[in-house]
């Protein structure tokens, strides 16, 4: 079975560009994250879709980032324009449950993309 | 704002020690609890996860949850250098959503 598939893996740019992220999840998976993970801290939740519906965008920094899960398969996670600030590496995970009554969710990561932002 | 919080470490034990690790989480509605591996460089990975108070075992890990407190561990038996990583602990809120992640713990398995 294929694992969570990112692209780029680095991308460096300057501030005030705009820069975009791809992520295919396990086949399958109907439910998909983005994560930021800044150096030293633990990954934080940008947004959740489930199928190609948004459970929970609330941390989303919504007048820089957007991000869209078209047909309820692969996503992008736009910054535009990027802040210093925005340097981190972006974690994308997919698992296969349904957000419901659960209490069991496991969450495979890609191998993440690492932005640097000058 | 709901809060997980862990010890940064480095928490450094010999080969062949227990090390433990602890996590404390501020939201009571907390449903499920989940600890991942994340080596330098790659991404976290899923080693344990509990939902029930007690202990719940797996090879050399034991996870220990007790809601009345909002704590939760991780016991690592027998360490091994390739135990070496950061641990974060996850916290899981609303039935799938809501995923809070610790800063990590930082585990360092002396040979």
């Known amino acids: 079975e294929a694992g969570v598939a990112q692209s780029p893996r680095y991308k460096i740019i300057e501030k005030r560009q705009s820069v975009a992220f791809w992520c295919n999840p396990i086949?399958?998976?109907?439910?998909l994250y983005w994560y930021q993970q800044i150096l030293g801290q633990g990954p934080k939740l940008l947004i959740q879709?489930?199928?190609?519906?948004?459970?929970?965008d609330s941390q989303l920094p919504k007048d820089r980032f957007s991000a869209e899960r078209l047909k309820g398969v692969d996503s992008t996670l736009k910054i535009q324009p990027a802040k210093l600030e925005d340097s981190a590496v972006y974690l994308c995970?997919?698992?296969?449950?349904?957000?419901?009554?659960?209490?069991?969710?496991?969450?495979?990561f890609g191998p993440g993309t690492r932005l640097t932002v000058l | 704002q709901k809060e997980v919080e862990q010890n940064s470490g480095p928490l450094s034990v010999p080969e062949g020690a227990i090390a433990s690790l602890n996590c404390t989480y501020s939201?009571?509605?907390?449903?499920?609890f989940f600890w991942y591996r994340q080596y330098s460089g790659k991404s976290p990975e899923l080693i344990m996860f509990i939902y029930s108070n007690g202990d719940k075992e797996d090879g050399r890990f034991t996870a220990q949850l007790n809601k009345a407190s909002q704590y939760v561990s991780l016991l690592i038996r027998d360490s091994q250098p390739s135990d070496s990583a950061t641990y974060l602990c996850a916290v899981n809120t609303n039935y799938g959503q809501n995923f809070v992640f610790g800063p990590g713990t930082r585990l360092s398995v002396l040979p």
């Open positions: 939201d009571r509605g907390s449903q499920s």
């Open positions: 879709f489930q199928n190609n519906g948004v459970v929970d």
């Open positions: 086949s399958g998976h109907a439910t």
């Open positions: 995970a997919s698992s296969s449950l349904r957000a419901g009554p659960s209490r069991y969710n496991e969450q495979f």
